[in-house]
């Protein structure tokens, strides 16, 4: 069946650093893949979406390209702030556009 | 623009009592309708989706139900709780067509 795998955390970074969390999913037909962001206490934010094979989701900085060849999703941003510190979640939905499928998310925090 | 309510945002409940909870989504018609759980530091459990007033698809045996009495009004449900109904509690909806789910504010639920 479908599914998402995406790295553990705690991801612990310093301001400004580089950020990649690796997300990588198994699916039928074409899915859709998206992230998530989560902060304490709150329900889930979509932060971008891509469609289609090739597409780079952006925004807030943040990015990841839907890669087809090595079914993954990785989401990066090149210099991360206090205010990123979150739950990341990766998804994708399935062919019939019913159901998501969510990684086990990945906690980041950003040090000053 | 569509928004969606969730409430209560906490709830504490003695083992043994009933539960209802309640989510509805305004501006859209006929989305579909999810109910989360995510135990505290873990990913999204899905526990059941609606995708029609009246349809309702469970995902995992447990003693909780929902119902979707109306179309944009979505009702998590049980009996008897027990303890291990603990957790956060998420609603989510979606437009059919692989689009993206948004998610309510969640509520937090313990069990005494």
């Known amino acids: 069946g479908d599914s998402v795998t995406q790295m553990e955390g705690p991801v612990t970074l310093s301001e400004e650093a580089f950020l990649t969390i690796n997300c990588t999913y198994t699916a039928t037909g074409y899915p859709s893949l998206f992230w998530y962001v989560q902060y304490p206490g709150e329900g889930l934010q979509l932060l971008l979406k891509a469609t289609k094979a090739d597409d780079k989701g952006s925004n807030k900085g943040f990015e990841a390209t839907y890669r087809k060849e090595t079914t993954s999703f990785h989401l990066e941003k090149g210099s991360v702030q206090v205010s990123d510190s979150a739950v990341y979640f990766c998804?994708?939905?399935?062919?019939?556009?019913?159901?998501?499928?969510f990684g086990s998310g990945t906690k980041l925090n950003v040090k000053p | 623009s569509q928004t969606i309510h969730q409430w209560p945002a906490t709830l504490v409940q003695p083992v043994g009592s009933p539960l209802s909870l309640e989510c509805t989504v305004e501006?859209?018609?006929?989305?579909?309708l999810y109910w989360y759980r995510q135990a505290a530091g873990r990913g999204l459990q899905l526990l059941f989706y609606s995708v029609g007033i009246g349809q309702i698809s469970s995902e995992v045996p447990q003693n909780l139900s929902a119902s979707r009495p109306q179309d944009r009004q979505f009702i998590l449900s049980s009996k008897k709780l027990l303890l291990s109904d603990s957790g956060f509690y998420l609603c989510?909806?979606?437009?059919?067509?692989?689009?993206?789910?948004?998610f309510g504010d969640g509520t937090r639920l313990s069990i005494l």
């Open positions: 501006g859209t018609s006929n989305p579909n």
């Open positions: 998804a994708l939905s399935d062919y019939n556009f019913n159901k998501f499928y």
């Open positions: 989510a909806w979606m437009e059919a067509g692989g689009q993206p789910q948004h």
